[in-house]
């Protein structure tokens, strides 16, 4: 049997579910002996006696025979190592013994041959983390390409399309709470294009509504933080559905709040979300349907930008980055030669509206020519989704003329 894998991985814990194609739903794993508990602590245990690694339990702490590998989540962000009887076990060796580990409380036969799939969501994208989970699912035995890392946002946009479509007839809003922040995240919907795209965008609350105020019972002061910030985030809004997950919403602190902001909307609470999300995500892209969706995360870009240019008789675009693609993996450089112009086109294309303009980048003191002789390198980075800067120096034309130096940087916002 092959499975279709979701998982939570976060510092404190970890969560497990597999998608379940017969109802087309995702199924929670117990990783417990007792089979009662979807969450464990993100650490794993090697037992002397057995000269193996076990899931973690509390009863492993003080143990003679017990080795204790609590911060599991801070050794593969840190790409840091372990060492155990002499033996040194890097990042990505112990990140496969724990994969191995959840995998058994799957199916006790379950090997690498069986996961068709296995996506592994984290709050925040950290490509360290991301690269010690993915070559820690590689060395168990994983190909890469039935792998993904996507962080929570992104998972979540997964999940919201998997819904029965009453849920996001409009936009969808997202609070998460935990010890380190407090954000919303509101999910719009290009529906008029082919693929359907997906956007995510996001606010921080932190010093409105502070987890410390929870460890304070300071419940009045938390309860008018939350009012407010719904109020200012949802009043006459399009959100057909809100949901509120992380730490911060154990407990019926926000309750009467949540049910206050439901009238027209569908609301949800719980912490398992992103798990639930994870499968999803491995659902659509191991099992199909991803192609009628571009997913748009926190960190992708929302618009393509490209430099328009002729070659030979034919105008062309050339790319710096595309609607989905990681900003900071978008960019790049190209050379031109101006002719009869000091202008520099920019076409954006965004993804939700469906529209583009055209961007122009001036070249102040730059004398301009009819006989190809300016010649520029542009150099194209993306700080964040929202903006790119562009750098233009002026290259000279070898020995007809000389370089003088100069440099231009505008930013571009898409």
């Known amino acids: 049997m092959e499975y279709v894998v979701g998982i939570d991985l976060c510092r404190d814990f970890t969560q497990l579910c597999i998608y379940n194609s017969a109802s087309n739903t995702v199924d929670s794993v117990p990783l417990s002996s007792d089979r009662q508990t979807a969450r464990v602590k993100t650490g794993i245990t090697f037992s002397k006696a057995q000269s193996d690694w076990i899931v973690y339990s509390p009863l492993h702490e003080g143990r003679p025979d017990m080795v204790v590998i609590k ?14 009887d002499d033996e040194e076990y890097s990042a990505v060796r112990l990140m496969a013994r724990f994969f191995r580990r959840l995998f058994f409380c799957i199916n006790r036969e379950c090997e690498a041959k069986d996961i068709k799939g296995v996506t592994v969501t984290i709050k925040n994208m950290d490509l360290t983390l991301k690269k010690n989970i993915e070559d820690g699912l590689k060395y168990y035995g994983i190909p890469e390409d039935r792998i993904i890392v996507c962080d929570h946002i992104e998972s979540f946009m997964h999940y919201v399309v998997m819904q029965n479509k009453d849920i996001w007839i409009n936009d969808v809003g997202l609070f ?25 965008d996001s606010m921080d609350f932190s010093e409105t509504v502070k987890y410390s105020m929870l460890s304070e019972e300071d419940y009045i002061r938390i309860k008018f933080g939350f009012e407010n910030v719904c109020g200012i985030l949802l009043h006459k809004q399009s959100v057909s559905a809100v949901y509120a997950t992380g730490n911060g919403f154990d407990g019926d602190w926000a309750d009467e709040t949540l049910k206050s902001i439901s009238t027209g909307r569908r609301i949800f609470k719980g912490q398992n979300l992103y798990v639930k999300a994870a499968a999803y995500v491995s659902h659509l892209n191991f099992d199909g349907g991803i192609e009628n969706y571009l997913i748009i995360g926190e960190d992708d870009l929302k618009s393509s930008m490209a430099l328009r240019a002729v070659s030979g008789r034919e105008q062309v675009e050339i790319p710096f980055g595309t609607v989905g693609q990681k900003f900071y993996e978008a960019g790049g450089s190209a050379n031109l030669i101006l002719d009869n112009t000091n202008e520099i086109d920019f076409m954006i294309h965004n993804s939700l509206k469906k529209d583009s303009f055209c961007a122009i980048m001036t070249l102040d003191a730059i004398p301009v020519r009819r006989n190809k002789t300016n010649r520029v390198s542009v150099e194209v980075r993306f700080p964040s989704r929202d903006q790119a800067v562009v750098t233009v120096k002026d290259t000279g034309f070898g020995e007809i003329r000389k370089t003088d130096y100069r440099i231009w940087e505008q930013i571009i916002n898409l």
């Open 71 to 84: 911060n599991l989540y801070d050794i593969a962000l840190l790409g840091s190592s372990v060492t155990i």
């Open 176 to 200: 998460d709470f935990d010890e380190t922040s407090f954000k919303y995240y509101v999910v719009r919907f290009g529906r008029k294009q082919q693929p359907m795209s997906v956007v995510a």
